[in-house]
């Protein structure tokens, strides 16, 4: 990352440098563009997308070559051909594509809006109420300041995360969520043989356990069309109750010195949120787990399923993705510790085991109608005993209570927007 403010660069992606007055003059008009630029949200999305490009940009973001993209369609169509057994829904994709780490940005940056924009928004108000009230009449319009600064600040740091974070993820439902356009299953090439040469296996039998995963997350998320507001609703429910820590951004913004743009970048607003310790927020956590959990242990169990047998390392790769999946990488807790949100599956394990049962159980058509509606999935408790939920007898006569247009089913709305018409639910 270049050493300047949220990583602003010149033309050419070069930091300024502070012996040379024209550059430096260049610099200066940038920042002052920048604060003094309406914003339109709580973050700074330009400025947030701008220090990721730079980023990557100094680390390196390879393009993707017509054989990776070729090998990534044929994986992406093996994988589901694979998967036609092991799932009782067709396939999910109707677009097939490979990302270069820019790529993965721009095409999930309008759902980390839904995401991020509500925490921010504490945050700068948060900023705000540091002015004394006796202050904030002289000030007059300068109050807009506090609230472009600190869109500026958190839009900055936000790219720095998004930036590592490009450079870790595999594809586009690589944590969990729904977070590229519906339909459209993505793996990003460089990242794969990142990884792969990590684990010491084969390029190509990472990239079809990773074209697995993704093929398979498209299946679910398309063919359970209230599943995308669900999760993205449960993430939000929990955000909502994240509290600022006033003293940490007091402290912040105690270390900005006016006349020194370069103080603003040790500012650090990684802890500024912490969630609150009632009973309602831990249930919104439990939700938030719960949900995350069964959509990741369907699909390791579903993969597990369709490569097993045909995979020589499929065992090794199942348990390296769970591990990595329960714990996150480096860039998956730096963006954690910025917004306050952990996005992982803390009981992978006991929801993966949950599903195989069911399949036992009842099949893999009735493992799958549980996805009907959310008050026919397991609960939380459920995961204490697996075989116990299976063997249970569902009382269909129950169903003609449910009402399917309900909160969390197919028409619900999705977080941050209006409602929208069954058929647009699974756009981000």
């Known amino acids: 990352m270049p050493d300047i403010p949220f990583g602003f660069a010149l033309p050419g992606g070069q930091?300024?440098?502070?012996?040379?007055?024209?550059?430096?003059?260049?610099?200066m008009s940038q920042l002052?563009?920048?604060?003094?630029?309406?914003?339109?949200?709580?973050?700074n999305w330009d400025l947030a997308r701008q220090v990721a490009a730079s980023q990557l940009a100094a680390a390196g973001d390879p393009a993707v070559t017509p054989y990776e993209r070729n090998a990534v369609e044929e994986a992406l169509r093996l994988a589901d051909l694979w998967l036609e057994p092991a799932s009782s829904w067709?396939?999910?994709?109707?677009?097939?594509?490979?990302?270069?780490?820019?790529?993965?940005?721009?095409?999930?940056?309008?759902?980390?809006?839904?995401?991020?924009?509500?925490?921010?928004?504490?945050?700068?108000?948060?900023?705000?109420?540091?002015?004394?009230?006796?202050?904030?009449?002289q000030l007059g319009p300068m109050q807009s300041m506090v609230a472009t600064l600190g869109g500026a600040l958190f839009g900055g740091q936000l790219g720095q995360a998004l930036g590592s974070l490009a450079a870790e993820v595999l594809s586009a439902g690589d944590i969990g969520l729904p977070l590229g356009p519906a339909g459209t299953a993505a793996l990003i090439p460089a990242n794969i043989k990142q990884y792969g040469e990590g684990l010491e296996l084969p390029e190509d039998e990472?990239?079809?356990?990773?074209?697995?995963?993704?093929a398979a997350h498209q299946r679910l998320?398309?063919?359970?069309?209230?599943?995308?507001?669900?999760?993205?609703?449960?993430?939000e429910t929990y955000a909502a109750g994240i509290r600022v820590n006033r003293e940490a951004i007091e402290e912040a913004m105690g270390r900005v010195?006016?006349?020194?743009?370069?103080?603003?970048?040790?500012?650090?607003?990684?802890?500024?949120?912490?969630?609150?310790?009632?009973?309602?927020?831990?249930?919104?956590?439990?939700?938030?787990?719960?949900?995350?959990?069964?959509?990741?242990?369907?699909?390791?169990?579903?993969?597990?399923?369709?490569a097993g047998g045909r995979?020589?390392?499929?065992?090794?790769?199942?348990?390296?993705f769970r591990r990595r999946r329960a714990a996150g990488g480096p860039a998956e807790q730096t963006f954690a510790a910025l917004v306050g949100l952990e996005l992982r599956p803390r009981r992978l394990r006991e929801a993966a085991a949950l599903w195989a049962a069911l399949t036992e159980h009842r099949g893999i058509a009735g493992r799958d109608a549980l996805w009907g509606h959310p008050d026919l999935l397991p609960s939380g408790e459920d995961f204490a005993d697996p075989v116990a939920f299976a063997r249970s007898q569902l009382d269909f006569a129950e169903l003609d209570e449910f009402d399917f247009t309900a909160p969390g089913g197919p028409e619900e709305q999705p977080p941050g927007g209006d409602a929208t018409p069954p058929q647009d639910t699974d756009r981000p």
């Open 311 to 320: 995979l020589p390392d499929v065992v090794a790769l199942g348990e390296a």
């Open 257 to 306: 010195d006016p006349t020194d743009p370069e103080s603003m970048r040790a500012i650090a607003l990684e802890g500024i949120f912490t969630p609150e310790d009632t009973p309602a927020q831990k249930a919104s956590l439990a939700r938030l787990e719960t949900a995350l959990a069964l959509v990741e242990g369907w699909v390791c169990h579903v993969v597990d399923d369709a």
């Open 206 to 214: 990472v990239r079809l356990y990773v074209a697995l995963r993704e």
């Open 15 to 27: 930091p300024p440098d502070p012996n040379d007055p024209a550059q430096m003059q260049q610099f």
């Open 90 to 137: 067709p396939s999910g994709i109707q677009t097939p594509v490979a990302w270069n780490r820019n790529e993965w940005i721009y095409k999930t940056l309008d759902v980390w809006r839904k995401l991020c924009d509500p925490v921010a928004s504490r945050m700068v108000g948060a900023m705000g109420d540091l002015v004394p009230p006796e202050a904030r009449a």
């Open 32 to 43: 002052q563009h920048l604060l003094s630029a309406p914003g339109s949200g709580p973050v």
């Open 221 to 235: 998320f398309q063919h359970v069309p209230w599943l995308r507001g669900h999760v993205l609703s449960s993430v």
